[in-house]
């Protein structure tokens, strides 16, 4: 235990984006990827993560005082920052994720083998869901690496148990035989979906009520691009925060911060591939072996969740969902974060929601709308142990000690993980 | 002139990084200098079917709609064994030296 303590020590010393590229180092060796396979994809990695903390740094520096402005002025206690994927900052830079991509990966090859399971876990970029759960419960338990492996692992092991309820469907439904998705907030998505779509088809009226995805694309498109969706936030948030100012000031603000939110909107994304580009050698190898292990059986192979985005109900729904979700988060009391970089992960909800409501937007609209609430009020009452996470990794410290807080939906909103979380703090 | 081989998927983080890579690494052994691959969301295609240069598109999604240039469905890169991507990368290959 003591070896543990001071290895986990060391690793935090050296900060995420060095843990990242040491531990993808290693995994790569282990996996026989190449050394020089292995070297470039760590460093890759370890770029990547750096240059995600210094987006969600520009976007802190650009919203906080907003948020802040909107609670002095109107009461509005909307004050949590949406970081959204900079939770994949936690996800590869805590000190147990190694730990955690081992253990993970022994479970599943296990579970296979007995036949509890069809999904053979090897997209290893979609570990982060898990990890950076992982993360929060290691922040939640006063730096417990143990018990975050522990959380994160039962996440991953569910969210294949998942996969298998859900494959068949997501196979017919994109023409894509022998997939699964495990990804964490999609696949439940699919889960959530369908007994209310069963509900909505029996509702008359709604039952056979559609709207057209081309239609909806060609009018309100521009919405659906992150850089125009980003910078119409920012300004709105801005109109709230700096309206009033003083002459050409409260514009000049206003426009800024639209041209912030649309940088953070881009760039965010981006960074994360970054991330996700040097885990790819040892993804392609793990599906290698393990495909080379089960080639007699019916298994599922885990792809991320993006493979499900094809259909033109996904788009036209998104586009949809962002203000209205927005406007719901606005409204409900108790919420206390706007989403704006969450509004991410919509896409995926949808291409999720789609196979079981046929490809019909409206109801897919209303089944999303539904599985956000819980979204809005698990990452408000759980912001506090994911802000420490940043903390704990040497991020925003100095802000965060002044009482600045990061939240998500995709992962600090998730309901499977809430409840996960819940369980693993009582050790804390 | 350059050859253009795009890959598409839904986000451009991770599932098209797989695919890009492997074809990538092909281009390399077979010499062709000149074939750039670029990985794409594929809500953009729209920004890269009118260039003369493209020959190809990668999708890691299935498609609702019909390309001028020849569309290859590249989820073996995710999921195949060596061999599977081995006939997919061929085809890459032939269409690429055809064009």
Redesign the interface.
Known sequence: MEILSTAVGWLLGLGSSLIVMIVLIILGLLFRVGWQKAVRGGITAGVGLAGLFLVVNVIIGALQPAVAEMATRFGLTKTIVDVNWADAGIAWGWPGVAGLIVLLLVVNILMVVLKLTKTLW??V??YWHGSALAGFVWAATDGNVLLGILAGVLYLVIGGLMSDMTAKKYQEF???P??GVPCGTTVQASLFAIPVVWLLDRIPGLKDWDASPEGIKKRFGLI??PAVLGFVLGVIIGIFAYGTGEGDLGLTKILGLGMNVAVMMVIL?RM??II??GI??I??SI??YM??RF?DREIY?A??????????A??ASTIILFPLLVFLAAILPGVQMLPIASLAVI??WA?AVVPYTRGNVIKTVIVIMLYSIPFMYFSTMLVDSQTEAYRMMGQFTELIDQGLKLGSWDMGGDILGFFIRIFFNLFG | MGKLIVVACGAGINTSTIAEDSIQERMVQEGFADVEVKRILMADIDGYVGRTDLVLIVSMMKIFRTFDVPVIQGMPFLIGSQDEKNVLLDKIVDIVKNV
């Open positions: 090897t997209d970029w979609s994109n023409d894509m022998g997939i659906g691009e994304p994360v591939s996700a580009e790819v050698p993804t392609m599906v290698q495909r080379e080639k192979v792809v991320d969740c993006a493979v499900l985005l094809g259909h033109p996904v788009m896409p995926f291409g």
